[in-house]
């Protein structure tokens, strides 16, 4: 039970995080980074080249911007090219020399096309249990404790890494459980085994409280689960799901994802901490013209990705690649006094909509429409009269509104809907309202749009 008081797992690195020292650090790995990726990577040499960029060029994160950054739509290309051989793209993706070193590959889950990889090489296994070593000791994670995990098992990035993200957590036991077996099993093992932590996806966990009673007979709260980390997906960060969450189970939870970071034990949420800056350069970008946004208390942009130590990268191998996500980020001390910036997660850049040249994200407003339960069910559509991004004002929106709600109550909920968006996004949408289950519902992603263009004018 040693070290059990000490504030941060990596008490050389953690308080450094976020500090001018530490930016010194970033730009001469940087340096390094570059010029390796350049060596043996063909897909970011290319990229390079094509922007008349050489290595020894880079000098500053100035300098390092000029490179364009790149995604899944890039990756999609080099599939393409390679003709659908998946190891021929790897090669070059990824380069030869870590191809050598593949030790694992994960995909995204349920997604159509060609999954996007996640490669995990050898020497990363280090890497994995220095930074999920510093998120587990952040959110509690203590000798004696026993980690459930209940995110999907079968190529799964956020499930089988578990075995190795928490290596260095000595006195943790991991019970790889998986999404897969389903929730009867899922809680029969978690009591069986007396998990007093769980890591799952937020609509897990919302399930499980919903099925505890029926499976075990007992609410939820009684399997004595302390903590909940859950991720990939959005949820732990919308106030309401988590205190629901937190409520049911009698236990913290926190959000973790997007990159390498994790929600603290502030009460109010305050996006999550960045505890990668030695490993990950993490810049935002302008979505539409790829510029750089400087990291400014508010800021917000496209999330960039760039390996440090490439040898040794974890899901993100490339020069500044990145996931398509929009992230907000606060650099000013966070009030749990723990280090790191933070971010939240504000919606994907394909989603973006442009109300009078103010951008939207239908994310945003879903977190808006779910502070109104149980006056609305939730379920809501943006109409598009015109193709996106652009939308005409106002904008329009087709919303449930909740059981047991009167025709009467209907206008002044509006207008208090409207009052919160214009508050927090700077819309004022008008609503037209419907029954309750009169909107399709999506097993996969949400559908958010109703996309009236293509009917036509009418
Ligand atoms: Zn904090």
């Not at 999550?272 to 505890?275: G, P």
């Not at 059981?403 to 009467?408: A, I, L």
């Given at each position: 039970m040693k070290n059990t008081g000490k504030r941060y797992f990596n008490m050389e690195v953690e308080p450094l995080l976020n500090s001018p020292k530490m930016r010194e650090i970033q730009e001469m790995k940087l340096r390094d980074a570059v010029k390796y990726l350049y060596r043996t990577c063909p897909f970011d040499r290319k990229r390079m080249d094509d922007a008349g960029i050489?290595?020894?060029?880079?000098?500053?994160f100035d300098d390092f911007s000029a490179i364009p950054v790149a995604g899944q739509a890039q990756y999609r290309q080099v599939f393409e090219e390679t003709g659908g051989d998946l190891f021929a793209a790897y090669d070059v993706l990824f380069g030869k020399e870590r191809m050598k070193d593949i030790h694992m590959l994960t995909t995204t889950s349920g997604t159509t096309g060609t999954p996007t990889p996640y490669p995990v090489f050898h020497k990363s296994v280090e890497a994995m249990g220095e930074l999920f070593g510093r998120i587990g000791w952040r959110i509690g994670?203590?000798?004696?404790d026993r980690l459930a995990i209940?995110?999907?098992?079968?190529?799964h990035a956020a499930g089988t890494p578990h075995l190795y993200w928490f290596?260095?957590?000595?006195?943790l036991t991991l019970l790889?459980?998986?999404?897969?077996?389903?929730?009867e099993r899922l809680l029969t093992l978690i009591k069986l085994f007396q998990a007093n932590v769980l890591s799952c996806t937020p609509s897990l966990a919302q399930y499980l409280i919903e099925r505890s009673p029926v499976v075990?007979?007992?609410?939820?709260?009684?399997?004595?689960?302390?903590l909940i980390l859950c991720g990939a997906?959005?949820?732990?960060?919308?106030p309401e799901v988590r205190r629901h969450l937190e409520s049911r189970f009698g236990a913290q939870v926190f959000d973790g994802g997007a990159g390498y970071g994790v929600s603290c034990h502030h009460p109010d949420y305050q996006g999550?901490?960045?505890?990668a800056d030695d490993h990950c350069y993490y810049e935002l970008v302008d979505?539409?013209?790829g510029k750089p946004v400087p990291m400014e208390h508010g800021a917000t942009g496209l999330a960039v990705f760039t390996p440090l130590e490439p040898d040794c990268?974890?899901?993100?191998?490339?020069?500044?690649?990145?996931?398509n996500d929009i992230h907000q980020v606060f650099t000013e001390p966070c009030p749990c006094g723990l280090t790191g910036f933070r971010y939240k997660i504000v919606g994907r850049a394909d989603d973006m909509l442009k109300v009078k040249g103010v951008p939207v994200y239908p994310a945003a407003i879903q977190g808006v429409i779910n502070g109104f339960l149980p006056r609305v069910t939730g379920a809501f559509r943006i109409v598009l009269?015109?193709?996106?991004?652009?939308?005409?004002?106002?904008?329009e929106m087709r919303v449930e509104h909740g059981?047991?709600?009167?025709?009467?109550d209907l206008p002044g909920l509006e207008q208090e809907i409207g009052d919160k968006m214009h508050a927090l996004l700077k819309i004022r949408p008008k609503i037209t309202w419907l029954s309750p289950n009169t909107l399709e519902r999506s097993v996969?992603?949400?559908?958010?749009?109703?996309?009236?263009?293509e009917q036509g004018s009418g």
């Open positions: 050489q290595p020894e060029d880079v000098r500053s994670i203590r000798p004696g209940g995110f999907g098992l079968s190529m290596k260095n957590l000595r006195g790889p459980i998986g999404a897969e077996v389903g929730s075990l007979g007992h609410a939820v709260k009684d399997l004595g689960i302390k997906e959005p949820g732990a960060g919308i999550m901490h960045w505890i979505p539409e013209t990268a974890i899901f993100f191998a490339n020069l500044r690649f990145t996931l009269k015109v193709p996106p991004p652009r939308v005409l004002p106002p904008l059981e047991g709600m009167q025709e009467g996969k992603k949400t559908n958010f749009f109703d996309k009236d263009y």
